[in-house]
C-alpha cells in the first residue's frame, strides 16, 4: 500500500488572495460543501485577524465543517493573531493553528527586520503560543523556498519542539526548480531531529509555472500533505492546483509511493463552481478541467481516439467529472426532467427556488433549441448571485444600431423593493447600458475588463459576461451575468459587481 498523502486545500486563504478573487461568507460556504464532497483533509478557512468578514468565515466554516475535516486558520507569528485565530475556530472538532514567518534571508533582512536568532525564538514562541490553546499547529517556513538549508532546519528543529504538529515547507516566490526542491526536502528528512513524528508539507507557487512539479518533487522526498487550490487559484501565479496533483499522483502512484483520498469525479464541477464564484474563468487548454482537456481536433487524433482512447488520452473523463449528459432538455421538458437533470448534476435547488429556476429554464428553452448542463449552471448562479443582490435588475431596454445613438432605459430595485429607472445614452448599447446603471447607484469605480464568453455551442448559446471593476481604494470586484441576450448579461455583470462593492464596504463600515 502507498503512503496517504494528505490534501490541504487553500483555495479560501491562499486562492482568495487572487486579485478579484474576493468570495463573501456565503459564498465560501458553498464552497466549503464542495470541498467536502471532494474529501479534503484540511481545509484552510481564511486568515481571521485580518477582517471582522475573514473572522466569520473561519467560524461559520468551522461550525458547517465539524468533525468531517480539519479546518484550519492563517496567522503570522503574533500572539494577537493566533489568539484571533483560536477563538475563529472554538466550534471546529478538528482546529488547526497555521502560524510562521518568514526564514529566507531576503524576509528576514528586509521585511522582518529580525536577525536569524529572533527569527528562531519567535518562532519558537508562537509555536508554543498556539500549542497552548490547539493540538494541531502547523508551522509554515515562508519563503522556505530560498533559505539557508541549515538555517531552515534549525527552525524546523526548534518548532517540532516547542509543539509544531505540521511542518509547512513553502516555496513562497515559485522559484525553486523542481529537482532541488526535493533534495531540500530530503535534507530535511535526514537532518531535522524528530521530523519522523510530524507531518511535513509542501505549499508552493507558480511563478515559473511548476508548482505541480515542485509538490510532486516535495512528495517523493518525505512530504505527506500538500497545500493547493481548485484552478490553482492563488497569489500571483497562483499555487498548485489540486486537481493536477491528485491526479497526478494517480497516475504515477506506485512511483511516489502516494495516494490520497480525493473524489476526483468532483473535479470538473469543482473547477465550475469556484470559476462562477470568483468570476475567473479557467483557460481552455488547462490540464484537468479546461474546455480542451479532452478535446480532439486534428484528424490523426481523432482516428486514433476512435479506434482507442488510450491512444490520445491518459485519463478517463468520466474520471475527473467531465462525463457528457445523456439527457436533452427542451422546452417540452417539464418539472420532473428538470429535477432529474438538476439531481444528475448534484445541484440542490429548495422548493421555494425551484418554480423561479424551472421560469428561468423555459425562458432559455423558448430561444435555444437545447438546453446543456452549462446553460442550466450559469442559470443556478444567476439565481444564487440575486438571492444576495443589493440591487436586482427588473428591466433592460436598449435601442441602438446604425446611425442610432445607443440609449439605455434600466430599471433597478434594491432589497426593500424600491424601484428606480435612468436612461443614458453611450457609445454603444454596453456604454449606455453601464451609464444608466452608474446614475442609479452612484458609486466610484473603473472597468478594468470585460470578457464575454459563451456557454455552450451553436449561435443561440447563453453568453456570460465576466467583468472586473476597480474600487477607488484599489480593491477588485468581480461580476458575471449570464443570458441569451449579451447586453442583458453585460448588465447583470455590472450590478453583480457592484454589489459586490457594496457588500464589502457595508461589512467594512
Ligand atoms: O506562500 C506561502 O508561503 C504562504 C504561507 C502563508 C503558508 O502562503
Ligand atoms: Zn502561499
Known amino acids: 500500500m502507498t503512503r496517504k498523502i494528505d490534501i490541504f486545500d487553500t483555495t479560501l486563504r491562499d486562492g482568495e488572495q487572487s486579485p478579484g478573487a474576493s468570495m463573501n461568507t456565503d459564498e465560501k460556504l458553498v464552497l466549503t460543501k464542495e470541498l467536502l464532497r471532494l474529501n479534503v483533509d484540511v481545509i484552510e478557512a481564511g486568515f481571521p485577524v485580518s477582517s471582522p468578514g475573514d473572522f466569520e468565515s473561519v467560524r461559520r ?20 493573531d493566533i489568539e484571533v485565530a483560536a477563538e475563529a475556530l472554538a466550534g471546529c472538532a478538528r482546529p488547526r493553528i497555521h502560524t510562521g514567518l518568514g526564514v529566507s534571508e531576503s524576509h528576514m533582512r528586509a521585511k522582518l527586520r529580525m536577525t536569524p536568532e529572533v527569527v528562531i525564538e519567535r518562532a519558537v514562541e508562537a509555536t508554543r503560543i498556539a500549542r497552548n490553546l490547539c493540538d494541531d499547529v502547523e508551522f509554515y517556513c515562508e519563503d522556505a ?38 533534495r531540500r526536502i530530503r535534507y530535511l528528512m535526514e537532518h531535522v531531529d524528530g521530523i519522523e513524528d510530524v507531518i511535513v508539507s509542501v505549499h508552493c507557487h507558480n511563478d515559473l509555472g511548476m508548482a505541480t512539479a515542485l509538490t510532486l518533487e516535495g512528495v517523493r522526498n518525505g512530504a505527506r500533505q500538500v497545500e493547493c487550490t481548485i484552478n490553482g487559484l492563488g497569489e500571483r501565479a497562483g499555487n498548485t492546483a489540486m486537481e493536477e496533483v491528485v491526479m497526478a499522483m494517480r497516475m504515477h502512484g506506485e512511483e511516489l509511493d502516494a495516494h490520497t483520498d480525493i473524489v476526483t469525479t468532483e473535479f470538473v464541477r469543482a473547477s465550475r463552481m469556484v470559476s ?11 490540464a484537468i478541467v479546461g474546455a480542451n482537456a479532452f478535446a480532439h481536433s486534428s484528424g490523426i487524433h481523432q482516428d486514433g481516439i476512435i479506434k482507442s482512447r488510450d491512444t490520445y488520452e491518459i485519463i478517463d473523463p468520466a474520471e475527473v467529472g467531465a462525463g457528457a449528459s445523456q439527457i436533452i432538455l427542451t422546452a417540452r421538458s417539464g418539472h420532473a426532467a428538470l429535477r432529474k437533470r438538476l439531481e444528475a448534476l448534484r445541484i440542490t435547488v429548495d422548493e421555494e427556488r425551484f418554480d ?11 430561444k435555444k433549441k437545447e438546453v446543456y448542463d452549462e446553460d442550466l449552471e450559469a442559470l443556478v448562479n444567476e439565481q444564487d448571485r440575486n438571492a444576495t443582490a443589493i440591487y436586482s435588475i427588473v428591466a433592460v431596454q436598449i435601442s441602438c444600431g446604425s446611425p442610432l445613438k445607443a ?89 453583480n459587481a457592484l454589489n459586490r462593492l457594496l457588500s464589502k464596504t457595508a461589512a467594512v463600515a
Do not use: H, W
Open 61 to 80: 466554516i468551522a461550525e458547517l465543517v465539524d468533525d468531517r475535516a480539519t479546518v484550519c486558520a492563517l496567522t503570522r507569528a503574533v500572539r494577537g
Open 145 to 182: 523556498g530560498r533559505s539557508d538549508y541549515g538555517f531552515l532546519a534549525r527552525v524546523c528543529e526548534a518548532v517540532i519542539a516547542a509543539g509544531a504538529t505540521v511542518l509547512n515547507i513553502p516555496d513562497t516566490t515559485g522559484y525553486s526548480m523542481p529537482d532541488e526542491f526535493g
Open 407 to 495: 440609449t439605455a432605459t434600466i430599471t433597478l430595485v434594491d432589497r426593500e423593493g424600491v424601484e428606480y429607472t435612468d436612461v443614458a445614452y453611450g457609445t454603444g448599447p454596453i456604454d449606455a447600458v453601464y451609464k444608466a446603471v452608474n446614475k442609479i447607484v452612484q458609486v466610484e469605480n473603473d472597468l478594468t475588463e470585460f470578457v464575454v464568453q459563451a456557454v455552450t455551442r451553436g449561435i443561440d448559446a447563453l453568453g456570460e459576461v465576466t467583468i472586473r471593476i476597480t474600487a477607488p481604494d484599489g480593491e477588485v470586484f468581480t461580476g458575471r451575468g449570464a443570458d441569451n441576450d449579451i447586453v442583458v448579461s453585460s448588465a447583470k455583470a455590472y450590478v
Open 276 to 286: 462562477s464564484i470568483t468570476g475567473i474563468n479557467v483557460q481552455p487548454n488547462k
Open 356 to 366: 423561479a429556476l424551472y421560469q428561468a429554464f423555459l425562458d432559455v428553452a423558448d
